[in-house]
């Protein structure tokens, strides 16, 4: 099958949904079993008696591991087709997730984690190009916003049930819980993902080699200048969500762990913009969309660095919305830009997008022990306007970036 001829499921159609429905359930397993330790890091903290900074190193090994791992599993994905490449490394993750629940010690846990990322990163390298390969192009923004909204919820769902659980029975039942929820949600993704109709197989020796294909999407200022957004755009969202609990637990908020972990929460106002984004994007054109979210990002940090809960909630609500809209709008951004090894972008979005997760989600402890939450909250600031300012030199003009007929794009 040479590339065009499959037109690509219809929005609406059966197929469309069940797509949709299975990169949902593949979001949730995948993100909350990446981030599920993130509502325990107190818990974690006390139990192995290490700082705030060095209990978050359990998500950053998972982020890091997932970062390092996304390449090497879009090359997978290319030879063994996207939906085969998901379905195994979800399955991989579950274990892998089940088992660091029950690591003896701080270091095991981190390798554990490392691994699980490792097997994670076969998710987020393949899902957007299966969306693109499989259902029309008029509708791929949509369809990408769907997804992202899906992560969402799946980081939603993993923290809210690690939370009151670790919370009640120590983090290590809160993170098997999650790991449950996760193997259920595997196999609803194997149970409705259609069978692939756009997929061509890269055959060995033909075509541009793996190096090549990354080579040449490196090359482009456009492609860099999303992955940048990635890069510091989660960083700083990563940070704020890192540290947050630790600072909600201390003078003058002292919440309890159950009632800070419902503050993620403020992930549903995420499922709801990255949607949005997606169709604001269709018709307004993607800059002018991520330029409105990065403010809207800055507004919500300002917002929490009161001593007034309610304003401190609103704020997170804020922020975490204006964050996933720009993911939302930057993630389905590569293969509009791609020329060749569109799997290769999207991985390569991936590694700048967990870089940030692992490098600057642990930097901003730095900030936190040093000058408290203000700190974390200029740091993720500064990465956010520095993303703003890259995005208005480097991507506008770009394909994309302006509204246009669907044909163009």
Request: glycine residues 14%; proline residues 5%; charged residues 10%.
């Amino acid at each position: 099958m040479t590339e065009g001829t499959w037109p690509g499921h219809a929005q609406g159609s059966p197929a469309y949904r069940r797509i949709l429905a299975a990169l949902l359930f593949a979001g949730v397993a995948t993100f909350a079993q990446l981030y599920s330790l993130q509502a325990v890091l107190t818990g974690v903290a006390a139990e192995f008696g290490v700082s705030p900074a060095d209990a978050a190193l359990s998500v950053s090994a998972a982020t890091l591991g997932l970062a390092v791992a996304v390449i090497p599993w879009s090359a997978v994905a290319d030879r063994a087709g996207r939906r085969r490449t998901m379905a195994w490394a979800i399955s991989g993750a579950v274990v892998l997730g089940s088992v660091a629940a029950l690591a003896p010690t701080f270091e095991l846990l981190i390798i554990l984690r490392f691994l699980e990322g490792v097997a994670l990163g076969g998710v987020p390298a393949t899902a957007l190009v299966y969306l693109y390969e499989e259902v029309q192009r008029l509708h791929a923004a949509v369809a990408a916003g769907t997804y992202v909204a899906g992560t969402t919820l799946g980081g939603l769902a993993g923290r809210l049930v690690a939370g009151p659980i670790g919370d009640a029975f120590g983090w290590r039942y809160g993170v098997l819980a999650v790991g449950i929820m996760a193997g259920g949600s595997a196999v609803a993704f194997i149970l409705l993902a259609p069978r692939p109709r756009g997929f061509r197989a890269v055959i060995r020796g033909a075509g541009p080699s793996l190096v090549g294909r990354i080579t040449t999407n490196l090359r482009s200022p456009g492609l860099v200048a999303v992955y940048a957004q990635g890069f510091l755009l989660m960083g700083g969202f990563v940070a704020v969500y890192n540290y947050l609990g630790f600072h909600l637990e201390a003078p003058p908020f002292v919440l309890p762990a159950s009632l800070v972990s419902l503050l993620f929460l403020a992930y549903l106002s995420g499922t709801a913009t990255s949607r949005l984004a997606g169709g604001l994007s269709a018709r307004f054109g993607r800059l002018p969309v991520l330029l409105t979210a990065i403010p809207v990002i800055m507004v919500g940090l300002t917002a929490t660095l009161t001593a007034f809960l309610p304003l401190v909630v609103v704020g997170l609500v804020v922020f975490t919305g204006g964050f996933f809209a720009a993911h939302a709008v930057a993630s389905g951004w590569t293969t509009v830009l791609a020329t060749a090894g569109r799997a290769q972008a999207s991985a390569l979005y991936n590694v700048a997008y967990y870089a940030g997760s692992s490098v600057l989600g642990w930097l901003g402890g730095l900030f936190f022990g040093q000058f408290g939450w203000r700190g974390v909250a200029v740091f993720s600031g500064s990465l956010a306007a520095a993303a703003g300012i890259i995005a208005v030199v480097a991507l506008r003009g770009a394909p994309g970036s302006g509204p246009r007929a669907p044909r163009n794009e």
